[in-house]
């Protein structure tokens, strides 16, 4: 998995700020991307490319159960947020319905990446390749019920 | 076995569990609201789609539907969401649907406690991340998205990781001038907005059983604020009595074991609690109200799920008796019949005769959505839970969360205040 990093250095990315109260309402999974991240980046619909990757803090996705939020950012084109931590709804929306990688990274990670890196992520060696900075970082691996989901392509595929 | 551990055990048909474990669980109750009830009809389209059978849910009897975060209808999508829900009501047989301006309806986690529908040993699961509110019946209440409620509608079960637990241990009754909010808030700033992540905050102690419902209510609303999967409290005689005035009373009541494993134990003297606000844009950003920031306030905001109960509204009518309010102060009873309470209570005159404008149930604001949203720049004091940028309203307006005791006394004088401290 390749592509380029958006990076918000900060903690506590909240699902107000990824997809803002007032498009609740909206369904269309289109129409929810072109309002991604508008609670902290109005511009964020027009710099984000197919694959790329979303680097930030601790207790990513905090806030309320909406699944619009991995959904305006699977619909941008994220294909992964590399996060310190994550909140567990928007982790598990992520996962149950196949939207988009919640991987957890560690500091040297964090720090390291810059916004625009360009980064290779392998899932079979849970190894983050920067290819820019030429380094590599670990990723912590899934749970073993995690990774079995999205080894089956989200929740209704696998089977317990 | 701790509550979460053995109701969690029960459900699984499991002997024994412990935290980490995996399981999938029988779940006895499901909510949608006017917000993930589209969103789930558009995942029922996706898996429709891909060829799996949508035309049955495994009991239409469990479910229960509330209309609450965008009624009245301020515009046509939203009014265009309640046609979908009510055509999926229809469709599937729930009979359990609160329809705005049809008798009883309101916020759905109100509901939820006010007509009995969830039970003390229950895993109840709803589409909305304050879910963890019911937990103050005895219950394992916990917030989904809408793929997962998509599957628990259709299968029935779910899959949970068994949480730890942190046990809150509050010593001795709340002062006069504190209330749960003041407690919890103090909680989040102690353990910040991810210190109960993925975990279970259970409350105990000579002070919670002390405590009010409405008041416990409040706390396990906000343990979603700390992260937490679930908030507990174990049930007592006061929620049987609850539950039997509105008709429910056959159930198992779960208690943890004596020798229950918590993974970290809390302590709060209720006799050292002071009112608390937790300032801009973060839950655990708090302050003692006396060292708050004396900023000129533009509105007071009294709803909410986690704030506009009926003893939330006694509060507020307490400080308002008499009264007047310095800036624009809006009252949101939180259900129907909590807004008949408050009528025959005297309260709703109260609030009109101090200035204030009584609205009717409804998230509105609360989410930012509509019925009283934010200005840019403006500063708000809520009863409600969250205060993240834009969540009230324009992204640079600003959310302090505080009691209804503080949020009244704050609305009269137009800063935040101290209800010792109003004349
Ligand atoms: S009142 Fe606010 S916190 Fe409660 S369910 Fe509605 S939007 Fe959520």
């Known amino acids: 998995m390749k592509g380029n990093v958006i990076k918000y250095e900060r903690d506590n990315i909240d699902t107000d700020v990824i997809l803002p109260g007032t498009y609740l309402k909206l369904h269309d999974y289109d129409e929810l991307a072109s309002h991604a991240m508008e609670g902290i980046d109005p511009e964020f619909h027009t710099k984000v490319k197919e694959g790329d990757f979303i680097v930030s803090g601790k207790n990513f996705g905090c806030g309320s159960s909406r699944e619009h939020a991995p959904i305006a950012l699977s619909h941008s084109g994220i294909k992964a947020v590399l996060a310190l931590s994550f909140a567990r709804i928007f982790y598990r929306n992520c996962v149950d319905g196949a939207f988009l990688l919640p991987i957890e990274i560690d500091e040297e990670a964090y720090k390291n990446i810059a916004n625009g890196d360009e980064l290779n992520i392998s899932m079979e060696t849970n190894e983050i390749k920067n290819v820019t900075k030429n380094q590599t970082y670990q990723m912590k691996p899934f749970s073993e019920i995690i990774g079995k989901i999205i080894a089956a392509g989200g929740l209704f595929k696998f089977k317990p | ?423």
């Not at chain 2, 359990?96 to 406690?113: D, N």
């Not at chain 2, 005689?237 to 009373?249: F, M, P, Y």
């Not at chain 2, 149930?361 to 019925?371: F, L, N, S, V």
């Open chain 2, 1 to 423: 076995m701790n509550i979460t551990e053995k109701i969690l055990a029960r459900a699984s048909g499991k002997e024994r569990l412990s935290p980490d474990d995996v399981v999938f669980v029988n779940v006895d109750k499901v909510m949608l609201h006017d917000v993930s009830g589209p969103g789930v009809i558009k995942v029922f389209e996706k898996l429709k789609n891909q060829g799996i059978n949508v035309e049955k849910l495994w009991d239409s009897s469990k479910v229960w539907i509330a209309e609450d975060h965008f009624v009245p209808s301020a515009e046509k999508v939203s009014a265009e969401n309640i046609v979908k829900l009510s055509n999926f009501s229809k469709k599937y047989g729930i009979e359990k649907h609160f329809k705005y301006g049809l008798g009883q309806y309101g916020i759905c986690h109100t509901l939820s406690h006010e007509e009995a529908l969830v039970l003390p040993g229950e895993v109840y699961v709803g589409g909305d991340s304050h879910t963890n509110t019911t937990g103050a019946l005895g219950a394992f209440a916990c917030g989904l998205g809408h793929t997962d409620i998509a599957y628990v509608l259709l299968n029935g079960k779910i899959w949970f990781k068994v949480p730890e637990t942190l046990l809150f241990k509050l010593n001795g009754k709340l002062p006069e001038h504190v209330m749960a909010k003041d407690l919890i808030l103090k909680i989040i700033g102690d353990i910040g907005t991810d210190g109960g992540a993925y975990k279970t905050m259970q409350f105990a102690g000579n002070g919670i059983d002390e405590m009010s419902i409405d008041e416990r209510l409040t706390l396990t609303n906000m343990t979603t604020e700390a992260g937490a999967k679930n908030g507990i409290i174990e049930p007592d005689q006061k929620i049987v009595d609850h539950l039997a005035s509105r008709g429910a009373t056959e159930f198992t009541q779960i208690k943890g074991d004596s020798d229950a494993d918590y993974s970290k134990t809390f302590e709060y003297e209720a006799s050292e609690m002071e009112p608390i606000v937790a300032k801009p844009f973060s839950p655990e950003n708090i302050a003692i109200v006396r060292e708050a920031p004396t900023i000129e306030l533009d509105k007071a905001y009294i709803g909410s799920c986690t704030g506009a109960k009926l003893e939330d509204l006694e509060a507020a009518a307490k400080i308002l008796k008499g009264k007047k309010v310095k800036i624009r102060t809006e009252v949101l009873p939180a259900a129907i019949s909590i807004y008949k309470k408050a009528i025959e209570k005297g309260f709703i005159q109260i609030f009109l005769d101090a200035g204030a404008t009584v609205g009717p149930p409804t998230c509105g604001a609360c989410c930012g959505a509509h019925m009283g949203v934010l200005a840019k720049g403006e500063i708000c004091i809520s009863t409600t839970n969250r205060n993240f940028p834009g969540r009230m309203g324009h992204v640079e307006s600003q959310t302090y969360l505080a009691s209804p005791l503080v949020t009244a006394a704050s609305a009269v004088t137009g800063k935040i205040t101290d209800p010792r401290d109003l004349n």
